[in-house]
């Protein structure tokens, strides 16, 4: 479908927590949120990137409502601390995008000691959903997206090294499983959350190959963001269609559907089986509760 960020509908009264929202993908489902008259944060490790991207959508759109908010999510306890701010600045939630990201870094790790693409892009986001889950479930519909990648194809959870601590790192592996780890959590939180007949919807989305400074760790991977590479805006459309097109409710992963799903116009993204196993999923899901000390659904859970 030939669905762009101008065609979304109204936001206005809508509050949106976008992660890694100061450039590529991130910048451009905040700003087309900002522009359909949403409440945009900008939950950002930089925040003096942050500051550069809210000035930027005030330039574009002056009556703009941004805020800016300190996150890092390769360190646990800033992901504590910046839900209990939301919890203590707002009612509720009706949109979190878990856009933020690093794809094939040097081997390093967060501040917990996970693998750095593991730790952030799944373990952080994992956290921060559990822990602003009460305030979305205060919303009328709130929705939870989760950006994936064409990645995941080749990804495998290898529970018995998630870190990559006995095996030889290889870089794109560890990417692949945190994107397939991104897909897996998306559709199991969907499986849970109707299991608790929840008004929240969980959806995955991906951005094809986007143009962003995501790539800057492989000087391969830009020479070809010359030739294969799309604008961030084309990649951000098909979370912003998930988070608030009514008929993507129908389906639960989303991207850009041409030339091996790198291009074109948003649709139905393809799923490998392994990220549809649900046996595999659960598993995931309880190691992911045991590692952030996170837990879903229950009462007691804290901000």
């Known amino acids: 479908m030939k669905w762009e960020a101008e065609h979304m509908s109204n936001q206005s009264g809508k509050i949106a927590v976008v992660t890694g929202s100061n450039t590529g993908t991130g910048y451009h489902i905040a700003h087309g949120l900002a522009a359909k008259g949403a409440h945009v944060i900008l939950a950002c490790r930089n925040l003096e990137k942050a500051t550069a991207a809210k000035d930027r959508i ?125 897909l897996m959590f998306a559709l199991e939180l969907e499986r849970r959350l109707k299991a608790r007949k929840s008004s929240v919807s969980s959806l995955g989305c991906h951005p094809g190959w986007s143009s962003t400074d995501l790539q800057r760790h492989s000087l391969v991977v830009r020479f070809f963001d010359l030739f294969l590479g799309m604008n961030a805006k084309k990649g951000a459309a098909p979370c912003l269609y998930a988070a608030t097109e009514e008929e993507a409710l129908t389906y639960g992963y989303w991207g850009v559907t041409k030339r091996g799903e790198m291009h074109g116009w948003t649709g139905r ?18 190691v992911s509760c045991e590692l952030t000390g996170v837990t879903y659904f229950e009462d007691t859970q804290t901000p």
Request: charged share 25%; glycine share 4%; net charge positive.
């Open 58 to 182: 005030l330039a574009d759109i002056p009556n703009a409502k941004v805020a800016v908010e300190h996150l890092d999510l390769a360190d646990l306890q800033c992901v504590k601390e910046f839900s209990e701010r939301m919890h203590s600045t707002y009612q509720h939630l009706d949109l979190l995008i878990n856009n933020a990201g690093v794809m094939i870094p040097p081997k390093s790790t967060t501040k917990d000691g996970f693998e750095l693409q593991f730790g952030t892009n799944h373990l952080g986001h994992f956290a921060l959903t559990g822990r602003l889950l009460p305030l979305l479930e205060a919303a009328p519909k709130a929705r939870i997206l989760t950006m994936a990648s064409i990645a995941h194809k080749s990804g495998k959870i290898d529970f018995d090294d998630l870190h990559s601590e006995r095996k030889r790192y290889v870089r794109w592996a560890s990417y692949s499983q945190s994107k397939l780890a991104n």
């Open 269 to 286: 993204a393809k799923m490998t089986s392994r990220a549809r196993n649900e046996q595999t999923a659960q598993k995931l899901w309880a």
